[in-house]
């Protein structure tokens, strides 16, 4: 089993920044992609960004030159760079781990906030 656990959530102001961290432990070796997703009220989480274990990315035109995924596989953690946060970006972040490409694991999840 893999579980994940995000930190880095809070509250910041339209144009500011916030750095997500995910750091996964158990069978970590089984690990592939990693990404995140986020929620907003009253809508379906979609997918924000992912990141292959060999660095290949992925991003919702929603983000694309705002934020930045990466991972650091010699400690098990994926980050998301947020720059030029919009208020359209508050919702709840999960982190998501495809593991043996054949099933996923999620942490619970980060609030986001972003003031106008």
């Known amino acids: 089993q893999v579980q994940l656990v995000e930190s880095g959530g809070g509250l910041v102001q339209a144009g500011g920044s916030l750095r997500l961290s995910c750091t996964a432990s158990?069978?970590?070796?089984?690990?592939?992609?990693m990404g995140w997703y986020r929620q907003a009220p009253g809508k379906q989480r979609e997918l924000v960004a992912t990141?292959?274990?060999?660095?290949?990315?992925n991003y919702a035109d929603s983000v694309k030159g705002r934020f930045t995924i990466s991972r650091d596989n010699a400690k098990n953690t994926a980050y998301l760079q947020m720059n030029s946060l919009k208020p359209e970006d508050t919702a709840v972040y999960y982190c998501?781990?495809?593991?043996?490409?054949?099933?996923?694991?999620w942490g619970q999840g980060t609030q986001v906030t972003v003031s106008s």
């Open positions: 158990g069978s970590t070796a089984r690990i592939n992609t």
């Open positions: 998501n781990a495809l593991v043996s490409f054949s099933s996923a694991a």
């Open positions: 990141i292959s274990k060999g660095g290949n990315t």
